[in-house]
């Protein structure tokens, strides 16, 4: 299997990101340290804060510059960081949350 330094996934390919969630939700967990940046036309702007880090690294809307795209990347390395340390430290305490309980959108099981 290739080792990826970075991912980037189109959404609107694959139905938008209602159709991809559980995809992206699965592969946080199995490859937490692998940046992924998510690309659509579909969301209002680029994102390239750690809000939707259950999810993604960073957001970029379609059609995307490459100076979008190199910021992009340079923060999603940073972000990942983030993601792997806050990953780590809640599955150290996810006996204490019971099943369901929501965290910043996400149930508990979902994370």
Aim: glycine share 6%; net charge negative.
């Amino acid at each position: 299997m290739p080792k990826w330094s970075v991912i980037l996934i189109a959404i609107d390919d694959f139905g938008g990101i209602t159709d991809v969630i559980e995809d992206l939700l699965q592969l946080r967990r199995a490859q937490p340290g692998l940046p992924v940046i998510l690309l659509s036309s579909e969301v209002q702007g680029d994102d390239f804060s750690s809000v939707r880090k259950h999810v993604c690294d960073a957001t970029l809307r379609l059609p995307v510059s490459l100076p979008r795209l190199n910021l992009a990347l340079c923060e999603s390395l940073v972000n990942n960081l983030e993601w792997v340390d806050f990953s780590e430290k809640f599955q150290s305490r996810s006996a204490v949350f019971p099943k369901g309980y929501r965290f910043n959108g996400f149930t508990q099981h979902e994370v």
